[in-house]
């Protein structure tokens, strides 16, 4: 009984040892830098970090724009403010064109002219 469980413990520790063995074998195949998943790691990580420092250049662009469009916003309405004020002026103040006419033509009035039909012409020409 002794030697069947010491065959036993030797053949099951020869297949652990096997089962290391092909364990620290995809290891290293995962790990390379060239071929495997470190060099994919390694690719990503680099697209990670040109992508952060795009990202700043981005962020600062947005700021700087922002800050641009709120000063021209502000512009914006000072002079649609000052447009109202000045159109609200304009209403208060007389028609001069109208006030000249009157001083110059006081008595003239508007006249009509009637055109003869051409059966008219054709009348007073017979």
């Given at each position: 009984m002794d030697l069947i469980a010491d065959i036993l413990m030797v053949a099951g520790t020869f297949g652990a040892a096997v089962y290391c063995y092909v364990l620290a074998a995809?290891?290293?195949n995962f790990s390379t830098l060239e071929s495997g998943m470190?060099?994919?790691?390694?690719?990503?990580?680099?697209?990670v970090d040109d992508m952060t420092k795009a990202l700043d250049k981005a962020r600062g662009a947005a700021t700087g724009s922002a800050a641009?469009?709120?000063?021209?916003?502000?512009?914006?309405?000072?002079a649609a403010a000052r447009?109202?004020?000045m159109l609200a002026t304009l209403h208060?103040?007389?028609?001069s064109r109208a006030d000249a006419r009157r001083d110059?033509?006081?008595?003239?009035?508007?006249?009509?002219?009637r055109r003869r039909s051409a059966q008219e012409d054709l009348e007073a020409a017979e």
């Open positions: 995809r290891l290293k470190g060099g994919a790691i390694a690719v990503l990580s680099a697209q641009r469009l709120e000063g021209l916003t502000g512009r914006a309405e000072m447009l109202e004020v208060d103040l007389p028609d110059v033509e006081p008595d003239r009035r508007l006249r009509f002219m």
